[in-house]
């Protein structure tokens, strides 16, 4: 289910993650997922900040983009933004 809301940038990223030895499985199932009604009241950073609120943080080099630091599920807290933000407008 995760998948199909995601699309290609999805796909990309876990690419990314398993060519690295990484664990996708977190990822797939990390986003929370509102309702249509959530959708409608809650800005783009409120969103952000409760995705972010509930997945596993750690430190690390992005997959993605090479950039060192907090990792979210695995990626860096741009690509995981940039993720999260085009899953949710499908
Ligand atoms: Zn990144």
Do not use: H
């Not at 996708?24 to 809650?42: D, F, M, N, S, V």
């Amino acid at each position: 289910m995760s998948i199909r809301l995601a699309g290609k940038e999805l796909e990309q990223i876990i690419k990314n993650i398993e060519a690295n030895g990484g664990d996708a499985e977190e990822l797939k199932g990390a986003l929370p997922k509102p309702t249509i009604r959530e959708k409608e009241k809650e800005s783009e950073q409120e969103y952000l900040g409760r995705a972010l609120a509930s997945v596993e943080i750690k430190q690390g080099i992005c997959p993605c983009c090479q950039a060192e630091g907090e990792l979210y599920t695995g990626v860096c807290k741009k690509c995981f933004s940039e993720w999260a933000l085009a899953c949710r407008k499908e």
